[in-house]
């Protein structure tokens, strides 16, 4: 028998319709057997996530300000799935735990990690599957970092022995029961760590769009959704700015090549995106599978005759950096060059600083800063590494007459990053989106 694991979002647990829908879903394909719950999410869009709403309660409680009516809302938001559903689970308890907890010395990681907590244990109760409480299998040190190694140990051995088991996402604890979260959007992560755990042929994260867009949706007017991502890809994707999955979520299941299905619960019919090791084999559908990006980026250029005559310039301009503890997003260097992309945010207080540093050490022939850039990437692992793709993406730019500052592909040929003008960027992501959707 076949193992998928099943994540289901905020919006795919946001009431009692959703859990019907998603109980449908699940009993579709019997191999859906390991579940990871998101806590109920919004609604319709001016609606707020139960997870907010934990979060606004906590920090009443710690401000030492009246808790008890936001605390009552979040019991009615689980009081109207749990009656939606029928089902007879005790409430009362759990809000007492919660409003004693709030009344003594209140944590904000717990309260934020309750919405998981709950929401899986009446998903469990629903479908009739074991409970897992990432409290005991999910590890995190004392500091609040995950414990990775650990946590690959204790979570197959508690999920392994069941056939069917709901495991809350978000959350766990370090050895002295302390609770600890994921950053926002975690529980993407606890369901490619299960993946990992059980072994799992496949990771389904089901959510509210039918898969990654090839843009970003506010700038490209319906954009295609893209039907396969390699790993490598979508890290880029994400990294630049395209939200899908957590950036986290693709690791433990990349490490065991699990393939990753992004699927709409609202339509379950439709393939949504298939994040796998190797694209399959053929031509690509697209000429490139994606374009995201960043706004604002600060280029720096250093030239200085013979650069790279192997007196270790560029070694000593990274230091510089290093020292600093500046990282930077880009490094291109040519025969008299080296030109420098770094997030104008991280340069906001030392921007002079940075320059007088590189003017004395490296007493550079010329030294130029270029602002209020952003950066493209245009990603597509098989489209590439023709040089076609290329040509006709920078054509289009100059068609469209926008400057390009920067271009930049390494030999992995997974992308090709742009440096475009701010103010011109939006124009460009659709001029480019232009090029791969023919
Ligand atoms: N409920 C948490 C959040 O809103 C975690 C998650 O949904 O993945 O960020």
Not at 72 to 97: A, C, H, M, T
Not at 183 to 192: A, F, H, I, K, Y
Request: aromatic content about 8%.
């Amino acid at each position: 028998m076949k193992k998928i694991v099943a994540k289901f979002g905020g919006t795919s647990l946001a009431d009692a319709e959703h859990f019907r829908r998603i109980k449908d879903i699940i009993t579709a394909d019997p191999d859906r057997r390991y579940i990871v719950a998101s806590a109920p999410g919004k609604r319709f869009p001016e609606d707020i996530k139960v997870t907010d709403m934990l979060i606004s309660c906590y920090e009443k409680a710690a401000n030492n300000e009246p808790f008890a009516p936001l605390l009552n809302e979040i019991k009615q938001r689980f009081q109207d799935i749990v009656d939606g559903l029928e089902l007879d689970f005790p409430l009362e308890p759990e809000f007492k735990i919660l409003h004693d907890h709030l009344s003594d010395s209140p944590e904000l990681d717990y309260m934020a990690s309750r919405g998981e907590y709950l929401n899986s244990r009446i998903l469990a109760d629903y479908l009739g599957f074991h409970f897992v409480d990432p409290e005991w299998c999910v590890s995190f040190h004392a500091s609040g970092d995950f414990d990775e190694p650990l946590t690959k140990r204790t979570l197959g051995a508690a999920l392994r022995p069941l056939n069917h088991a709901v495991i809350a996402g978000f959350y766990g604890a370090d050895s002295n029961g302390k609770i600890h979260t994921f950053s926002r959007g975690g529980s993407d992560v606890t369901g490619s760590l299960a993946a990992c755990a059980v072994d799992a042929d496949l990771y389904e994260n089901w959510t509210d769009v039918s898969g990654l867009l090839a843009a970003d949706p506010r700038i490209v007017p319906s954009p295609k959704s893209v039907e396969y991502l390699s790993y490598r890809e979508l890290r880029t994707l994400s990294y630049m700015g395209a939200s899908v999955l957590h950036t986290d979520a693709v690791l433990p299941a990349s490490e065991k090549g699990i393939p990753i299905n992004i699927r709409n619960t609202d339509r379950p019919e439709d393939h949504g995106t298939m994040i796998v090791r190797r694209l399959p084999k053929g031509e690509p559908h697209y000429p490139v599978t994606g374009v995201a990006g960043r706004l604002g980026m600060t280029v720096i250029q250093v030239e200085k005759v013979m650069v790279s005559d192997g007196s270790g310039f560029s070694a000593v301009m990274l230091d510089i950096l290093k020292n600093r503890n500046l990282p930077f997003e880009q490094c291109l260097t040519g025969i008299d060059t080296i030109t420098l992309v770094i997030r104008s945010d991280l340069l906001a207080d030392c921007k002079e600083d940075l320059l007088s540093e590189i003017r004395s050490v490296l007493k550079p022939d010329f030294l130029g800063i270029k602002e209020n850039l952003s950066m493209i990437a245009v990603v597509g692992e098989k489209s590439t590494e023709s040089s076609d793709a290329n040509i006709q993406v920078l054509y289009a730019l100059k068609k469209a007459n926008i400057e390009i500052s920067t271009i930049n592909q390494g030999a992995g040929k997974l992308n090709l990053l742009i440096g475009v003008p701010e103010d011109r960027y939006e124009e460009a992501v659709n001029v480019i989106y232009s090029t791969i959707d023919q």
